[in-house]
C-alpha cells in the first residue's frame, strides 16, 4: 500500500508555470505506475499524465500535451508535474494516482492524493 501526498499548487497568471509534487510513502513506490489527474468545478476528474514504473515511458493527454511533463524519482519516492504556458482553462484541482497497470483510466488507479488546488488567473 502507498500513502500519497501532492504539494506546490497555487495561482499563477496565464502563460506562468508551476511544479506539483507527490510524495509516496512506504517502500513499494518503484513498483506503481503512477499519474496525474484533475477536476475542474462541475467536471468529471479527468487524466493529464502518466509514467511507467522505471523506464520513465510517459503518455499525456492531447490537452497538456507540450506544455506539461511528468517525472519520477524513485530514490525519493516522489513525482512530478512541471507545467509551462499555463491556461485558465488548466485550473482544476490535481490528484496523483497509483496505480499496479499502465492506464489513463481512474478506475485502473487505487491509490489517491487528497489533490491540490492550481488556479490560472489574472
Known amino acids: 500500500q502507498v500513502q500519497l501526498v501532492e504539494s506546490g499548487g497555487g495561482l499563477v497568471q496565464p502563460g506562468g508555470s508551476l511544479r506539483l509534487s507527490c510524495a509516496a510513502s512506504?517502500?513499494?513506490?518503484?513498483?506503481?505506475?503512477m499519474g496525474w489527474f484533475r477536476q475542474a468545478p462541475g467536471k468529471e476528474r479527468e487524466f493529464v499524465a502518466g509514467?511507467?514504473?522505471?523506464?520513465?515511458?510517459?503518455y499525456y493527454a492531447d490537452s497538456v500535451k507540450g506544455r506539461f511533463t511528468i517525472s519520477r524519482d524513485n530514490a525519493k519516492n516522489t513525482m512530478y508535474l512541471q507545467m509551462n504556458s499555463l491556461k485558465p482553462e488548466d485550473t482544476a484541482v490535481y490528484y496523483c494516482?497509483?496505480?499496479?497497470?499502465?492506464?489513463?483510466?481512474?478506475?485502473?488507479?487505487?491509490?489517491w492524493g487528497q489533490g491540490t488546488q492550481v488556479t490560472v488567473s489574472s
Open positions: 509514467i511507467s514504473r522505471t523506464l520513465g515511458l510517459t
Open positions: 494516482a497509483g496505480s499496479r497497470v499502465y492506464s489513463s483510466s481512474q478506475a485502473d488507479y487505487n491509490y
Open positions: 512506504g517502500r513499494t513506490f518503484s513498483s506503481y505506475y
